[in-house]
């Protein structure tokens, strides 16, 4: 079975000015669908056609790069987009606690995300994760991804230079201002935590 292309939760303008319609279609018609195309070559014929992508990833971990990296990179992208909104929405009163908890407010929680952002090296992702009923931020490098880890993501941000070259060139910073400053979906985040386990790409 074959994975599809997920579509996009929004128009492509839809959040505009952060991220442009241009770098959407580029990232998401580009980049996003070649790693779900080499994902679907490499598993085509083997014993992983009929896993679901969650699985896919963690067998692949450490025993065929290749496909793990494809994989890995397919579900952090369809994750990434429903991280965020065309308007941002408001966090749950359980996850608005739990913000509060570990960072002070959310305020103080988007100003970190900014902060490990900005300042992780080269390529990757951040992500606002939880795991035994706390609230961490995570990091991973390239193309890792949390979708087999022990934590529960809740959102990500894609920290990669095509998530924001077309829009700010290599300011980083002002890719993050805009993203993490008015475009994340709290709705989203706290449907993940309220399922309690990571968030599987559609079939």
Known sequence: MAFKLIDLPYADTALQPAISANTLSFHHGKHHNAYVTKMNDAIEGTDHADKPMEAIVAAARGSNQGLF???????????????????????????????????????????????????????????????????????????????????????????????????????????LDAVVGSKINWAFASENLARGTTWTYPQ
């Not at 890995?72 to 606690?97: D, G, V």
């Not at 103080?108 to 090296?121: I, N, P, S």
């Open 69 to 175: 990296n494809n994989a890995a990179q397919s579900w952090n992208h369809a994750f990434y987009w429903h991280s965020m909104a065309a308007e941002e929405t408001a966090p749950s009163a359980e996850l608005k606690a739990k913000i509060e908890e570990a960072f002070g407010s959310v305020d103080e929680l988007k100003k970190q995300l900014k902060d490990r952002g900005a300042g992780h090296f080269a390529s990757g992702w951040v992500w606002l994760a939880e795991k035994n009923g706390k609230l961490s931020i995570e990091e991973t490098h390239d193309g890792d991804t949390l979708a087999d880890s022990d934590f529960n993501p809740l959102l990500t941000i894609d920290v990669w230079e095509h998530a924001y070259y077309l829009d700010h060139q290599n300011a980083r910073p002002a890719y």
